[in-house]
């Protein structure tokens, strides 16, 4: 609208630009304000100590808006083919592109919030669902800077009524603040009822705020990107979209877990831990197969590479290491499940030396040295220099040790609580480990994955840590991963 009356009367272009982004940037602090102003007199309506709030708050205050600029902007280098992907392609994103996206700017705010939450030791529900009760108020604000700034409308429309002929641009800004008031008042009815004084509700049912916000955001958003003007990502959606359908399944698992959870605790105290621990490995399996499921379909539309290609040069083969990383979501999730049911893990990250001359440990070693000098030594192809060794090294060290954890020692260690003997428990986290390198080499390297799968659970089973297996899967990734890093 601005926009448009100042292009109308022709206003010099550096003062278009300077009161365009006045107004949109004004606006978004505002909404910012607002929504963190509501945030903090609904935190401290819920019991909390004041003084303790008020920290809370103040540092969140000095973070929130940072966070939100560097994560909404560094989005969006996922609209630039992932080979031209580099620190200075993200930099010069984060510095000088002036393209925000509203869902990517929740990101980083969300992950240091909820660190501050547990080193400050708040309810994180109490928090999260304060937060994303104000979220749709907040963008409704922020929606009405879109809408006077002239950015996010639709395509133009135009039709005919009684000889009279109407061409407009479509006003998605307005639908944007339509359905996000209309979302807000949605929550605020539930969130009334769940934090009412004295409510009884609130410590089994706190998190489902959370997980409708991203339920009926995530679809009201997916269905307005067909009127927007935005450019396809991938499969036909926009970017956007594909961020709601993980919106939509985050809230999803949401609500099944306060479900579970439910269901828990109306079980006997003597079934719980048992029932605990099965639950976490069916939700591991799960979570696995999500995982993947989302890799592949990100390297498929171009956006993530498999690291494990012949490389150009040794710049090349450190910038790999990026793309190994998202491998510590499974591990991180592994840790995190045995924690949720109080499953003590810490003890599996020493050794007891008496125990490492078995010989499974010694197989396992003898093993993966002789795969790895095998697989080098016999290639047809010529290995680099001395200076990729490094890279290769990190690598397969940190796939080594994300794989370990999560297989060998969160995954086995639940199938065992789970009430499974040690050879069916070997045989199940063998038979997982070995679909990820089905997918990978093909039969072959599926079955030589199972048998290796089954030596390294036996050699957790025997040792009782998982230092021993990182061992011996990082001698045998400095062939399975160095060599196609090495050859050319």
């Known amino acids: 609208m601005i926009s448009y009356l100042l292009l109308k009367y022709n206003v010099d272009p550096v003062l278009f630009v300077t009161l365009t982004n006045s107004i949109y940037n004004g606006l978004v602090v505002l909404a910012v304000a607002v929504g963190l102003f509501l945030v903090y007199r609904k935190i401290s309506s819920l019991g909390y100590e004041a003084a303790r709030v008020r920290r809370f708050f103040l540092i969140i205050a000095f973070i929130i808006l940072p966070a939100g600029y560097v994560s909404s902007r560094a989005a969006n280098i996922f609209y630039h083919p992932s080979e031209f992907w580099s620190f200075s392609l993200f930099s010069d ?11 990517a700017s929740l990101v980083l705010p969300t992950v240091l919030i909820s660190a501050l939450l547990f080193v400050m030791r708040f309810r994180f529900w109490d928090v999260s669902d304060a937060f994303f009760l104000y979220i749709p108020l907040s963008n409704a604000i922020g929606r009405v800077a879109c809408f006077l700034v002239g950015c996010c409308w639709g395509g133009p429309i135009g039709f005919s009524v009684f000889g009279f002929d109407f061409d407009f641009y479509n006003p998605v800004p307005l639908y944007d603040i339509a359905y996000n008031l209309g979302i807000f008042l949605v929550l605020r009815k539930m969130h009334g009822r769940l934090y009412a004084p004295g409510s009884q509700v609130r410590s089994v049912e706190g998190g489902k705020v959370t997980a409708l916000y991203l339920i009926l955001y995530g679809d009201a958003r997916f269905l307005i990107e067909f009127i927007r003007t935005e450019s396809v990502a991938a499969w036909g959606l ?7 359908i993980v919106f939509v399944a985050i809230g999803s698992v949401i609500l099944a877990g306060l479900a579970l959870r439910n269901r828990y605790a109306e079980i006997p105290e003597s079934d719980r831990p048992l029932y605990g621990t099965r639950l976490a490995a069916g939700g591991l399996i799960v979570y696995f197969a999500l995982f993947f499921i989302v890799i592949a379909l990100l390297m498929r539309a171009g956006l993530v590479t498999w690291p494990l290609f012949p490389v150009e040069g040794v710049m090349d083969a450190w910038k790999r290491i990026p793309s190994y990383l998202p491998v510590f979501f499974l591990e991180t999730a592994g840790l995190l499940f045995m924690a949720g049911i109080g499953m003590p893990f810490s003890s599996a990250f020493r050794i007891d030396y008496r125990k490492l001359m078995n010989p499974w440990f010694l197989f396992g070693l003898i093993g993966s040295l002789a795969y790895t000098v095998i697989l080098l030594g016999s290639t ?26 999560f297989f060998r020692l969160a995954f086995y260690r639940l199938l065992r609580g789970s009430g499974l003997g040690v050879v069916q428990a070997v045989a199940a986290q063998s038979a997982l480990y070995s679909t990820i390198h089905l997918a990978v080499g093909g039969p072959v390297f599926f079955a030589l994955s199972f048998v ?8 957790f089973e025997k040792t009782g840590s998982v230092i021993p297996c990182i061992i011996c899967h990082f001698i045998i990734d400095i062939g399975v991963i160095g060599l196609p890093m090495m050859m050319y």
Not at 93 to 103: C, K, L, N, P
Not at 382 to 402: D, K, M, Q, Y
């Open 93 to 103: 994103i984060v510095s000088s592109q002036s393209y925000h996206t509203f869902h």
């Open 238 to 244: 926009t970017q956007a979209q594909i961020v709601m």
């Open 380 to 405: 047809n192809y010529s290995l680099r220099g001395a200076e990729f060794w490094p890279p290769v090294i990190v690598i397969s060290l940190l796939n080594a040790f994300a794989e370990e954890v």
């Open 452 to 459: 290796y799968g089954m030596v390294l659970g036996l050699v």
